[in-house]
């Protein structure tokens, strides 16, 4: 059974700092490529960033600069930091194995004063 399990989310004011992890079991984690996306009230899911399997990461512009992705394939987990938050990054967060349907559950983010 393949389970993919969010967290780390949060309210934090603007500029504020969190880190999201997502725990992978059921998949052999270290050959797919991770990525992580969010969901915003009323918006359509949008991609946030990627790390592939060789850890190079990728970032939507809207985050370049701010959040880092990274991985570590002993602990078949995938990690979202994220800084210099805005009110706009409030949202869903899920994490994604690239070219699946497997999903997490999500952990919501929310960026106010």
């Known amino acids: 059974q393949v389970q993919l399990e969010e967290s780390g989310g949060g309210l934090v004011q603007p500029g504020g700092s969190l880190r999201l992890s997502c725990v992978v079991s059921?998949?052999?984690?270290?050959?797919?490529?991770m990525d992580w996306y969010r969901q915003a009230p009323g918006k359509q899911r949008e991609w946030v960033a990627k790390i592939r399997s060789g850890g190079v990461p990728g970032y939507a512009d809207s985050v370049k600069g701010r959040f880092t992705i990274s991985r570590d394939n002993a602990k078949n987990t995938v990690y979202l930091q994220m800084n210099s938050l805005k009110p706009e990054d409030t949202a869903v967060y899920y994490c994604?194995?690239?070219?699946?349907?497997?999903w997490g559950q999500g952990t919501q983010v929310t960026v106010s004063s």
């Open positions: 994604n194995a690239e070219f699946t349907n497997y």
């Open positions: 059921g998949i052999a984690f270290s050959i797919y490529n």
